[in-house]
């Protein structure tokens, strides 16, 4: 069964800029979420600036 992933909420990391979806797993907590990956919560404090 085909699942409609194009409809997802997406937002934009707040260290590298990329956009990235809703996760299940972020369901509950969807509103506090501002980094697409463990790397950018991690390097939160040395935020990377685009050139």
Known sequence: ???AKGNLPEKT???CG????WR?????VWGQVKYCSDKCR?????????S
């Open 1 to 3: 069964m085909a699942h």
């Open 13 to 15: 990391c707040v260290v």
């Open 18 to 21: 990329r956009p990235f979806r």
């Open 24 to 28: 299940k797993k972020w369901a509950k």
């Open 42 to 50: 991690a390097s939160r404090d040395t935020k990377v600036t685009k």
